[in-house]
């Protein structure tokens, strides 16, 4: 597991399977939408405790504010794009079992 940050994302793109957004309540529209489209191509987005809801700074909250309010809408309530809303944290790893394909399976 790797911890990433926006300005990660924006640079590098998201390579792994699963992104967890742990707790964001504020980021970037620019990083969020390269969250939807890595959902839109099969990415695996688990949002924890709470969703997206505004984007950092006085300017940015007003004006990206909606937009940000609509992709979680569509990523995680909608079903739309395969995003997964876990309210609690300690859910995390049984609900990531179901959402993922193990590597390696030992049978007894």
């Known amino acids: 597991m790797d911890l990433v940050d926006a300005e990660s994302i924006d ?5 792994y399977a699963v992104l967890i957004l742990p707790g964001v309540e504020r980021l970037p529209l620019a990083t969020y939408e390269k969250i939807k489209e ?11 405790h709470s969703l997206p809801s505004t984007a950092p700074g006085l300017m940015e909250a007003e004006t990206d504010g909606q937009r940000i309010r609509e992709i979680s809408q569509h990523l995680f309530r909608a079903n739309d794009m395969g995003g997964h809303f876990i309210s609690d944290e300690a859910q995390l790893g049984a609900s990531l079992a ?3 394909t193990p590597d390696l399976v030992f049978f007894s």
């Open 38 to 48: 890595y959902a839109q191509h099969g990415g695996i987005v688990v949002a924890a």
């Open 98 to 100: 179901t959402y993922l």
């Open 11 to 15: 640079a590098m793109g998201i390579p």
